[in-house]
T-cell receptor, first 112, second 113 residues
Framework: DSGVTQTPKHLITATGQRVTLRCSPRSGDLSVYWYQQSLDQGLQFLIQYYNGEERAKGNILERFSAQQFPDLHSELNLSSLELGDSALYFC???????????FGEGSWLTVV | QQQVKQSPQSLIVQKGGISIINCAYENTAFDYFPWYQQFPGKGPALLIAIRPDVSEKKEGRFTISFNKSAKQFSLHIMDSQPGDSATYFCAASRQNYGQNFVFGPGTRLSVLP
């Protein structure tokens, strides 16, 4: 168990809908990362937050947004969902910017 | 230039054998190269990592070999065990920019008993 908690574990939703994925980082970790894993794109970095502020952006679509709250948990919001958004979404956390990151077990999103 | 290439896509090894997975990168600004291991239904977990100031790093049965001039690095798993059967990802990032990895596509390793 990495200590990173993600909810929900599985989610099925229809195209056009909006979902929110939630992440609780390891206790004490200030940095949170979101990654997307799909068969065709592999593991892709989406976005990083550090102590509540956006730190870096990767291949995140404009339909997607994230935030990190004062208690350091994070949410990834996915809107106007398309079939191609079906993927495993991982949250990861680290103590600082260059410390080892620990991945959660992911949230499986299926868009039908 | 952001891409990390990885081969082979899949690998079958007998118990006790050596598993070798290779990766190559283009961006010379990368200076941190970890390997992650992922079991089905789990998130990736850090296995071993190297920085370009050394050519080799060993931790137990796992060794990273790094060739800076060729921009290549590889993972060697000695005495491979069935419990090593998993998907392995190489990755690269730039220090001081956070752990925003560029991952390779992964290698599915099966170790036969």
């Amino acid at each position: 168990d990495s200590g990173v908690t993600q909810t929900p574990k599985h989610l099925i939703t229809a195209t056009g809908q909006r979902v929110t994925l939630r992440c609780s980082p390891r206790s004490g970790d200030l940095s949170v990362y979101w990654y997307q894993q799909s068969l065709d794109q592999g593991l892709q970095f989406l976005i990083q937050y550090y102590n509540g502020e956006e730190r870096a952006k990767g291949n995140i679509l404009e339909r997607f947004s994230a935030q990190q709250f004062p208690d350091l948990h994070s949410e990834l919001n996915l809107s106007s969902l398309e079939l191609g958004d079906s993927a495993l979404y991982f949250c990861a956390s680290s103590l600082g910017l260059d410390d080892t990151i620990y991945f959660g077990e992911g949230s499986w999103l299926t868009v039908v | 230039q952001q891409q990390v290439k990885q081969s082979p896509q899949s690998l079958i090894v007998q118990k006790g054998g050596i598993s070798i997975i290779n990766c190559a990168y283009e961006n010379t600004a990368f200076d941190y190269f970890p390997w992650y291991q992922q079991f089905p239904g789990k998130g990736p977990a850090l296995l071993i990592a190297i920085r370009p100031d050394v050519s080799e790093k060993k931790e137990g049965r796992f060794t990273i070999s790094f060739n800076k001039s060729a921009k290549q690095f590889s993972l060697h798993i000695m005495d491979s065990q069935p419990g090593d059967s998993a998907t392995y990802f190489c990755a690269a990032s730039r220090q001081n920019y956070g752990q925003n990895f560029v991952f390779g596509p992964g290698t599915r390793l099966s170790v036969l008993p």
